[in-house]
């Protein structure tokens, strides 16, 4: 690959980039139901997209339908959030043909990665929301640069053909900067360096389970929204990632320094 292809998404990858960073802050520093309301707006894009890669009908309703049922998950009792989501996914998979399986399993996935940035927001507050923002981003950022520098063996081919194993080690470390750098601020110790990589690598799970998905679909992008990024599932395919396993260590008792 020459050197100007090997770096030509560079420049809108950056632009996009920085535009998503400063919504994405200003609504973190906003909170309540500012920053609900683009979790919400994103659960539902990201179904549509979902819809429209697996051939449901009616992917626009299906995104509606998603949104909503966030929504509803965030202000019900804990007890009525997984039915409420699962309902959504369910109702989903009957639109989707052959691929009703797939569908509710994805999109319940993204309900529930979306779902736990609302509540680590309510129940931590900003400083670990934006330790795992930073865990994903940085984690991705020396991911990119590395794998195109470096290269080497591919990490898991079948489904990712871009990611190499340089890339993926990379990123860990780069996750485990970022748990240092956050482990005395928010009162969690040296435990959090290994929580980091952990949640860096689940985020890199996420984005290979997305990449799945569009093999299986054949499709390059989830979608065309984002400049240099394709769609907003596969900006923050790593995201959700990431969340399902804070979500997960959380509720086993597990994340140092939060309770």
Known sequence: MSSSARWS??????????????????????GGWIFKGMICALAGLMTWEA???LVAKGPVA???????????????????????????????????????????????????????????????GLGWIAWLVLVVVVSDVAGYFAGRILGGPKFWPRFSPKKTWSGTLAGWAGAGIVGLIFSEPLGAGAGLVVISMLVGFAGQMGDIAESAVKRRTGVKDSSHLIPGHGGVLDRFDAMLGAAMMVMILWMAGVMPGLT
């Open 62 to 124: 299906l995104g509606l339908l998603s949104a909503v049922a966030l929504a509803l998950a965030l202000l019900l009792p804990g007890m009525v959030v997984l039915p409420a989501l699962a309902a959504a996914a369910l109702v989903g998979a009957t639109q989707a043909g052959r691929e009703g399986g797939v569908y509710a399993v994805f999109v319940l996935w993204v309900l529930l990665g979306c779902y736990g940035f609302g509540v680590l927001l309510d129940a931590a």
């Open 9 to 30: 998404d560079l420049a809108p990858r950056l632009l996009s980039g920085l535009a998503m960073a400063v919504a994405g802050a200003v609504a973190l520093w906003s």
């Open 51 to 53: 819809a429209r890669m």
